[in-house]
């Protein structure tokens, strides 16, 4: 069946001849190749088989029935031979992800091409390519047409002794990279699927028998954790003292002098460095009674954090005439009286003799060091503080953005295509602020959660709603009523969701953290952000805050991710400044990646497709793209019964075309009832079959 002959036949009509309609691939196969020859429809089903045979995330019997279904498009159907049914029914070696399933026909022509392009080869060049792995990659990659899990599949296939059974590039470089040192014996090349070859040569010598990499205990070891472990809490700790103005005096150069550090705590008595949290606080109330509340309970901790937080072998650090000290703790915390009023708490520290500059700095360390207070916990940036310290003439540390590229998987679990995936992930290194807009039901919300729990992980992902009477206080801080104290009510200046993320993201500098803004549109947008709007543009300077004084910069760590809907025009208010700070990505039913999304999802999960023919023709009598209606309507199991979809169309789909109709004098159930878009799609599917059998009869006729 591999002829010349066949092939011609298929590259001219499939190949030349895409069928862009939104059927299914098998819907749409019969009329693509129902009309040629019974060989070019058997070599069809040879390729496709060829295509799906090593793949996990299409079952052996749906492999089985979808070649079978290839094979009777002809009418004159072959059996297929038990070897062949064996090996179909034989699971498969690995996940293909979402291309496998949604992108057959860029695969299939792929695979047509390459065939023809290898028939084309002088004999002894194709004997080559069949007998060397390395040259068989070389000639699979002439095709430029190709996806790389396909292609990496393929070299699998072809040379199993040489290529592991491993699609995702990602997946590739980590496992050579993890064990390269132990396995490889040499440097690493540039040639992954050779590394990989003599690694996992060695791994098979070593064990006696051939292992799954994802597996434990080898999945451990290659596989990237989608968290960072916290600081151990056994390891030292690391302070911010403030000494540039104590009372007038800078005190760092006292510091040095006398190898201290201090406290000034003015009006406090003498206290022990065992004092309790509760004890210290009365004693500070006391003692502080003539300033407000806040003021007093910031001194409590402070003090608590000097007199027992601290301990020998704690690193500190503090600035003083544009230049950074480091030193070490080297004992317990004392009391003295000091008539000055400068250095009542002390303890004894070791200063090292380099000092960098506040321009050496890393941004995130440069933000935390200029955060108000005498007393800061730095224990977050201690690797980065160590480093400091190591290396006394540093170069500003890389601010870049570290994100993992979409891989095959995510693009399974939302429907969508890899590259586009990628392109957003590209859009946030950019510039790491993202907005997904377009109608209700696109799946704005659900990509937007997905994506960023991909990029940072679970834990590292926070969402607000904005809202008509959110504010800047209630998104970034702003002063709140506290506990009553002697009569007296005290306000605390209390973080909101965004400030706490940004203090997170200062302690892991090199992990992303998400917020994600769910209708951004809602708000106001520039009495939320207020002058937080400079710094998404400009993210290695600092501003004053409107409650703070100390200098603040927003991490490039931060990403921004939000979601706006179009259908009530909302998107037009949006200022140019808005505009220009974030990337925006559109989500319409009519528009790529949107449009085949259920599609994608009915075939994934093996449901029949008539929601999706549905969809398709009521969006089709939908003028206004952001009144079309999105997928997401449909992405249940009540829409697979009929009175579950009825009820669906009733309750959600009619209301919103009312909305948009309202005061045109449309009949809506007349025009956009269920019965009526059934009536029209039975309506398309019939003149189809009649243009086919007219086809049909006109090539019996010639």
Known sequence: MWTDRNLTELHEYFVQRPDLSAKSFFEKLDGQIGSRSHGAIQLFAEIFILNVLPITNVSGPKKVEQTKSILRIGGDSV???EDV?????SGGVFNGGQAFTTQKWKQINYLIELTRAFRELPAEDAAAVLSDPLTFRGFVRTIKTGQAAQRQALLYLAFPEFYLPVVSATHLKLIRDAFAEEYLGQEPTEDIDVDLHHIYSNIIAAEGKSVDLYTPPWAEKWQPSKSQPEP??????????YGSNVA?????????????????AKFLRPVNSDISFDNLKSIVDKDYSTVNYTARKEKTEEFYSFLTQMNPGDLVVTVSQGKVYFGTVT?????????????????????????????????????????????????????????LIDLPRPTPADSSLHLPDA?????????????????????IRDRPQLIFYGPPGTGKTYIAKTLARYLAGEDKVKIVQFHPAYSYEDFFEGYRPGQQTGGQVGFDLRKGPLR??????????QAPFVLIIDEINRGNLAKIFGELYFLLEYRNESIDLMYSTAPFTLPRNIVIIGTMNTADRSIALVDAAMRRRFSFVTLHPSQDPANGVLRSWLTATDRPTDVADLLDELNALIEDDDFKIGPSYFMRESAFTDTGLQRIWRTSILP???EHHYGDGINIEQRYGLDTIRKRVAAHIDAQTESLGDATITADTD
């Open 500 to 509: 706490r993320l940004v203090d997170r993201a200062i302690e892991s500098p």
């Open 232 to 241: 151990d809490p056994g390891t030292a700790h690391a302070w911010r003292i």
């Open 79 to 81: 059996e297929l031979p």
């Open 407 to 427: 891989d095959e998987y995510l693009a399974e679990q939302l429907n969508v295509d890899q590259d586009w995936l990628q392109e957003c992930i590209d859009l």
């Open 248 to 264: 007038g005096t800078d005190m760092v150069p006292v510091w040095q002098q006398k190898s201290s550090v201090s406290l000034a």
């Open 85 to 89: 049914l064996d090996a179909l029914m």
């Open 656 to 658: 919103l075309l009312e």
């Open 331 to 387: 004992g317990d915390a004392t009391y003295a009286d000091d008539s000055a009023g400068r250095s009542k708490l002390r303890r004894p520290v070791h200063w090292y003799e380099e000092s960098i500059t506040t321009a050496q700095l890393p941004p995130e360390l440069s933000t935390r060091l200029n955060e108000k207070g005498e007393v800061l916990d730095l224990t977050g940036q201690i690797d980065t503080i160590r480093t």
